[in-house]
């Protein structure tokens, strides 16, 4: 079930088979004994990539579920037990710099300490703090910070996604008033209200339904849909990124329960509050 999201939140195996630290080829068998064990495809192949069936959608919030039950099974577990360890929850993308600066510094200073990571989608900027799923999530705000301490550890500019022969795309900068006649990718409705309204850029929008950051930039790149996004991540040759004059920084930040007195917690906070800002 992990490998068969991996896949249908990055629609192609190849990326999939990168997130999840693994070769190609037992990533393919494995979603092929999937689709046998169910009986049915999941998902329609094409050279560039792959696309969920009807039967792949039905499967895959299933799937979620399943997934997110088992991690808070493995939590509750763990706490019985009294394990040393520490799940990290990281939002959409793990390729931040500051994730790299801060992974090397905390192993060295806590070899024995079994750290778990959680790669979330866009749909929950607290990355299953608030189910338990994790004891801390680096992530962007704004969000609810109700019964959480947040510590923001860097600001990024914010620009708008569009694809490379769009005509607003040769800009050196735009305003979200020039953009008001397109169509946005949106987060699921239940998705947090301030969070949803951020990326928004404060006002009510049309568009496809995301959920993870591929799903975002596939959605520009086949429907011309827009969204916002901080800068200096890569893009695809296919995209580009306008900076926005009018929209505040996208904070980054660690997040934990309010009153969670984990040592281990206040260490990674500590020594995240160093790595982010080189």
Not at 190 to 196: E, F, G, H, M, S
Request: net charge negative; proline share 7%; aromatic share 6%.
């Amino acid at each position: 079930m992990r490998y068969f999201v991996a896949v249908a939140e990055e629609l192609h195996f190849g990326r999939a088979a990168t997130r999840l630290h693994m070769s190609q080829p037992p990533l393919s068998r494995a979603i092929k004994r999937l689709e046998a064990d169910v009986g049915a495809l999941l998902f329609d192949r094409t050279p560039t990539g792959v696309t969920l069936t009807p039967v792949g959608v039905a499967l895959l919030d299933e799937a979620r579920g399943l997934l997110d039950h088992a991690e808070r099974v493995r939590v509750r577990v763990s706490a019985a037990a009294g394990d040393a360890s520490i799940t990290v929850g990281i939002l959409g993308d793990g390729t931040d710099p500051g994730v790299a600066r801060l992974a090397a510094a905390y192993r060295r200073d806590h070899p024995g300490i079994d750290i778990r990571i959680r790669d979330t989608d866009l749909t929950d900027p607290t990355c299953g703090l608030r189910a338990g799923l994790v004891d801390i999530a680096l992530t962007r705000a704004p969000f609810d910070e109700t019964a959480l301490t947040v510590r923001t550890l860097r600001a990024d500019p914010v620009g708008v996604v569009l694809r490379a022969d769009d005509p607003l795309a040769g800009r050196d900068r735009l305003r979200l008033a020039e953009l008001s006649d397109r169509r946005w990718f949106q987060f699921p409705k239940d998705t947090d209200p301030l969070w949803q309204a951020y990326w928004n850029g404060g006002t009510p929008r049309e568009g496809p339904v995301v959920r993870g950051v591929q799903e975002c930039l596939q959605a520009v790149l086949w429907n011309g849909t827009v969204g916002l996004a901080p800068l200096g991540h890569d893009l695809p040759a296919e995209l580009a990124v306008v900076p926005l004059s009018d929209m505040a920084p996208s904070r980054v930040v660690a997040v934990w329960n309010e009153g969670d007195a984990n040592p281990l917690i206040r260490s990674l906070v500590e020594i995240a509050t160093a790595a982010y800002r080189h």
